[in-house]
């Protein structure tokens, strides 16, 4: 099992550079593109779709994840416009932090959360010394199953959040 | 590019103020379990409580204000949270409070609102804030006046029947 840090260094996130991609702390005017996402029925894996009420509940809970864990969301910019997020998440019945991901409709097939992700992966092990992390994705979420598979990571009987759910483990330790 | 954010501690004479942690979470949840919830839309489960008390805390992030715990000087003991809300949920920022079981009836909530009351007209760009009470919870009524807020028949509410009291900045 990996654990939570029992101090917390980052009570926001710090910016993360990429060759393409900048991650930095979310704000408030993100949270248009999340409602437009979780409105739409590209939500489905997520639960949804959601009206703008609840997804901002989520929205703004993953944000207080940071003061409150130390980890939490990174907004992903590509020449200084949202195009997504990614990030560990880790809400009450999670097993353990999560990596997650979502890039807004657009913005997909060119790699955004690929590039967005390994960042992330290697800033939580230099952090925190983890040396796996999960992904937990609905069964029907071929395209987000095929991006983990994509990172390194490979299918294992762990368990997720929802029954049903496909545990996707990425190593920390081999060079990323 | 991200703004950093801090989360203040405040000093009352029996209070202080300060961030919310996830060792605060169990008695969070417990409280927002019970029925003295039900003048604020719960009692809420334990997932839902979650959402909260990380919704709270995120508008520090978001917002630049949000949540605090309140703990007695003398004991050491958390005895509720105060916080300034915004974002959807919200017509207008707002000012609420909350007190755990057997410790209303000393003054608390009224010291800690005060505190956080005062700092937020320093140190945001605000001229008044909202608190919205239910019209049966007498004691959160008299938080209210006692704060110096007047009832604002006029503002949106937030909840069906809301009692929308309105503070204002202080002439200095």
């Not at chain 1, 992903?76 to 990596?99: A, C, F, K, R, S």
């Amino acid at each position: 099992m990996i654990q939570r840090p029992q101090h917390i260094a980052h009570p926001m996130a710090p910016v993360l550079t990429t060759a393409r991609l900048l991650l930095r702390m979310p704000r408030y005017e993100d949270f248009a593109h999340r409602q437009a996402f979780y409105a739409s029925d590209r939500a489905i894996w997520e639960g949804g779709p959601f009206a703008r009420d609840e997804a901002w509940r989520i929205f703004a809970s993953e944000v207080g994840q940071w003061p409150l864990m130390g980890f939490g969301p990174f907004s992903v910019d590509l020449d200084g416009t949202y195009v997504g997020e990614v990030g560990i998440y880790q809400p009450q019945g999670y097993p353990e932090p999560e990596l997650g991901w979502f890039v807004v409709d657009g913005a997909e097939g060119k790699g955004i959360a690929t590039e967005a992700a390994r960042a992330v992966m290697v800033w939580a092990h230099d952090s925190f010394g983890w040396d796996h992390i999960d992904n937990y994705i609905d069964p029907g979420n071929a395209r987000s199953i095929a991006l983990g598979l994509r990172l390194g990571g490979v299918i294992v009987d762990a368990p997720g959040v929802d029954p049903g759910d496909v545990v996707i483990r990425h190593d920390l330790r081999a060079a990323i | 590019m991200t703004q950093a954010f801090a989360i203040p501690v405040l000093e009352t004479p029996r209070l202080t103020l300060r961030a919310p942690a996830m060792v605060d979470f169990s008695a969070y949840a417990a409280f927002m379990a019970t029925s003295r919830t039900s003048g604020m839309g719960g009692p809420y489960n334990e997932w839902q409580a979650w959402g909260i008390f990380c919704h709270d805390t995120a508008c520090w992030a978001l917002f630049g204000h949000g949540a605090l715990m309140i703990d007695r000087r003398d004991t050491g003991e958390t005895v509720g949270q105060v916080g300034i809300n915004a974002g959807p949920l919200f017509p207008e920022t707002e000012l609420g409070w909350l007190l755990y079981e057997g410790h209303e009836g000393q003054g608390f909530a009224t010291e800690a609102a005060r505190a956080l009351l005062d700092w937020a007209f320093s140190a945001l760009p605000l001229h008044s804030l909202v608190s919205y009470t239910d019209p049966e919870n007498l004691a959160s009524q008299a938080v209210a006046r006692r704060l110096g807020a007047v009832i604002d028949p006029g503002a949106p509410v937030k909840d069906e029947g809301d009692i929308v009291w309105r503070h204002h900045r202080r002439a200095t």
